[in-house]
């Protein structure tokens, strides 16, 4: 498929079908922590992850090949990864769907602030600032507002800290050696390092079986085969048709669909607080996803 200059009627479609699915990994994650351990569960699901890649590099035809000079940071963005998702499995075991979507998703913010002292390119205009200081706000609004009656202060701050494994993760993609690798083979390599880290992390965090149930692993294999594998590599195909810039703003979709999910699935309650969390997040994320023009453009 050729490379479109904007989002088109499919692309729409698309990500916002992305964004829903993962608002709804966030329930699964929080349902499938009853029956399993939520740091062996990002373990294992890492280990079926790395053979659904594998399986898709082979038939696709892909070289699992790492070239010189990259392996550091395959290592690096390997163990950020691990460290995204320990804390992200871990928040959704203390707090709410609704609470840990509209802190996690707020990663841009952080990426967009290490983007502009570490990338010289991407420097923060006035638009992504006044978007950054909206999204913080939602963020503090969110972990210090309890008018919900629910959520853990220790599960919102892991929430906040998996946001910030995220967006190092994303630096290290596109500001790494890492960014001359093929999407497949930085996926393959994340969750080939996390799993092992994972795994051993999760011989401190308590039994690894749970009351475990038919639908938990329903569960797992849905984030192996759906989330991570499939749904990653259709993210990363969307990625390379359409501009970074228009795909990055559907990402202010995924939290108002996690809170909505969260109250319609788990029943989840929704305050005044979190409401207002969510909406300075959403807005915070559009303006820092606002497409800048440049001179040239706008004369």
């Known amino acids: 498929m050729e490379k479109k200059p904007h989002i088109d009627a499919f692309g729409a479609i698309a990500l916002s079908g992305f964004a829903l699915l993962l608002a709804f990994n966030q329930v699964v994650i929080k349902v499938t922590n009853e029956g399993l351990q939520p740091v062996f569960f990002a373990g294992i699901r890492s280990v079926g992850a790395v053979m659904c890649i594998w399986l898709w590099l082979k038939w696709r035809g892909i070289p699992l090949h790492f070239a010189p000079g990259k392996h550091l940071a395959g290592w690096a963005v390997g163990l950020t990864f691990a460290f995204e998702f320990l804390c992200m499995f871990v928040a959704l075991d203390l707090t709410t769907v609704s609470r840990s979507a509209v802190i996690f998703y707020s990663m841009p913010v952080w990426l967009a602030l290490l983007s502009h002292f570490l990338m010289p390119d991407d420097r923060m205009t006035a638009t992504k600032a006044v978007g950054l200081t909206l999204a913080f706000a939602g963020v503090c609004v969110a972990i210090l507002g309890r008018d919900d009656g629910a959520g853990n202060l220790w599960g919102d701050m892991a929430a906040l800290a998996a946001a910030w494994g995220w967006a190092l993760t994303a630096l290290l993609a596109k500001a790494s050696p890492l960014a001359r690798v093929r999407p497949e083979i930085q996926l393959f390599w994340q969750v080939a390092v996390s799993a092992p880290i994972l795994l051993i992390a999760a011989l401190f965090f308590g039994p690894f079986i749970r009351e475990l149930a038919p639908i938990h692993i329903a569960g797992l294999m849905f984030q192996i085969v759906i989330v991570v594998s499939a749904g990653f590599i259709f993210w990363l195909w969307l990625l390379s048709i ?21 109250w319609l699935l788990l029943d989840e309650a929704i305050g005044p607080d979190l409401i207002g969390a969510l909406g300075l997040v959403t807005l915070g994320l559009f303006l820092i996803n606002w497409p800048v023009r440049s001179r040239r453009m706008s004369a």
Do not use: K, M
Request: hydrophobic share 55%; no cysteine.
């Open 242 to 262: 359409y501009p970074a810039s228009g795909v990055a703003s559907f990402s202010f979709l995924t939290p108002v669909l996690a809170v909505f999910l969260g």
